[in-house]
T-cell receptor, first 116, second 110 residues
Framework: DAGVTQSPTHLIKTRGQHVTLRCSPISGHKSVSWYQQVLGQGPQFIFQYYEKEERGRGNFPDRFSARQFPNYSSELNVNALLLGDSALYLC???????????????FGPGTRLTVL | GEDVEQSLFLSVREGDSSVINCTYTDSSSTYLYWYKQEPGAGLQLLTYIFSNMDMKQDQRLTVLLNKKDKHLSLRIADTQTGDSAIYFCAAQDSNYQLIWGAGTKLIIKP
């Protein structure tokens, strides 16, 4: 079975531009979470979606938005890019939310975003 | 809110055991996780433990949980060069979200 997939793998943008990152969860998983990982740090939670509804939002500005589609894939959008948005963006999927071990999150390889 | 802390580096000799430590602050955390990240790669789930357990063993990996002290450790037996990576501890908070440590870089000496 395919794991979590993300596209693109690498992206270079300039300040002020907009970016869309995509994620496909493991087949059968209904929850997708997005994380930002800056070099040398642990991941920071951005959003969690379950059954197409937002279940959680981290401490990120409104320039960050996301959605989940009927097939459970997800997009993360970032507007008005800043240099500080340069990071590895990770997507994770889990079977459900709030049911113990079934919450276990499996990660994709990430999208490396560089903002110049 | 939850805070998770780890030491930044651990250096061990090949063949020895590695012990990576983690502390967390939220006693209501139900699940605690260990993930491994190799250079340029995503996060690989290694193991997890439920908060009502003291220990979990999975092949070369042993997880110990001291809930009273809010201390979690990951022991890797017979450490090999392929174990070189950054190891992250993560705690699930009351909103089912993961709070992460900064990661421990495991360095293997020949």
């Amino acid at each position: 079975d395919a794991g979590v997939t993300q596209s693109p793998t690498h992206l270079i943008k300039t300040r002020g531009q907009h970016v869309t990152l995509r994620c496909s969860p493991i087949s059968g998983h209904k929850s997708v979470s997005w994380y930002q990982q800056v070099l040398g740090q642990g991941p920071q939670f951005i959003f969690q979606y379950y059954e197409k509804e937002e279940r959680g939002r981290g401490n990120f500005p409104d320039r960050f938005s996301a959605r989940q589609f009927p097939n459970y894939s997800s997009e993360l959008n970032v507007n008005a890019l800043l240099l500080g948005d340069s990071a590895l963006y990770l997507c994770a999927s889990s079977l459900v939310v709030g049911l113990g071990s079934a919450d276990t999150q499996y990660f994709g390889p990430g999208t490396r975003l560089t903002v110049l | 809110g939850e805070d998770v802390e780890q030491s930044l580096f651990l250096s061990v000799r090949e063949g020895d055991s590695s012990v990576i430590n983690c502390t967390y602050t939220d006693s209501s955390s139900t699940y605690l996780y260990w993930y491994k990240q190799e250079p340029g790669a995503g996060l690989q789930l290694l193991t997890y433990i439920f908060s009502n357990m003291d220990m979990k063993q999975d092949q070369r990996l042993t997880v110990l949980l001291n809930k009273k002290d809010k201390h979690l450790s990951l022991r890797i037996a017979d450490t090999q060069t392929g174990d070189s990576a950054i190891y992250f501890c993560a705690a699930q908070d009351s909103n089912y979200q993961l709070i992460w440590g900064a990661g421990t870089k495991l360095i293997i000496k020949p």
